[in-house]
């Protein structure tokens, strides 16, 4: 070999080297970078075992919801932008989704959901905003949700699919039966306004039955109401009496 090919072949050797030690280096170093401005469709956050901690996404790339570190697909999502929330363990534990649009016809859909999870389980907590071109309604729900060890959310993508499977007339009965045995959120209290422009609380049973609500009309006109069981009112208090 002529000193001339020793010399490339020898710088041809040592360039490969240091591209094997700058890669190794880089994917062991944390580094840093500022922006002005970032374009994106999606951003996951992870950490350093690649779980996923956090998804801020557009609408055709949100993602499904996950179990243990695993996605399960949910096309159904893809209909609003926002984020995810995921824990320690991999499982989805709430988000915030939005949406807004004015059909051709002046049709309006808009709506803004904040939500926390139980473990394993469905939402909690909700802080939502929602109106078309007739009213507007803003409030916090708080539910009961059943301890994962009764159903998890794994059970919950079981019980729809049985669903599916039964005619509608069936389907009401179907979850009916798991409310009775407790494997269904309840709601338990609503603070905001409602479809007719009236602010109310409204607290219900351990089985998420109204029992009392405190009302005020857009017209001023303030009661509060007791119901009983089945929904019906029972005992009202006005300033008149």
Known sequence: MSPTSTFFAGCTTMAVALAAVMTLTASKTPSHARFDEITVGRIDVEEPDGTKRLIIS??????????KG????R???RVDAGMLF?????????GFIFDGTEAPDGKINAALSLTFDRFRQDQSLQLLHSDDEHSSRSA???NDSPFYKVSSIDDLHRFAAEAAKLPPAERVEYYQHLRDEGKLLHHRIYLGTTEDQSSALTLDDAQGRPRMQLLVSAQGHAEIRMLDESGKVVKTVTPEN
């Open 75 to 77: 096309p159904d999502r």
């Open 70 to 73: 695993k996605e399960n697909a």
């Open 58 to 67: 557009n609408r055709s790339q949100f993602p499904g919801d996950f179990l």
């Open 86 to 94: 995921i824990n320690d363990e991999g499982t989805e534990q709430g």
């Open 140 to 142: 916090v729900m708080i």
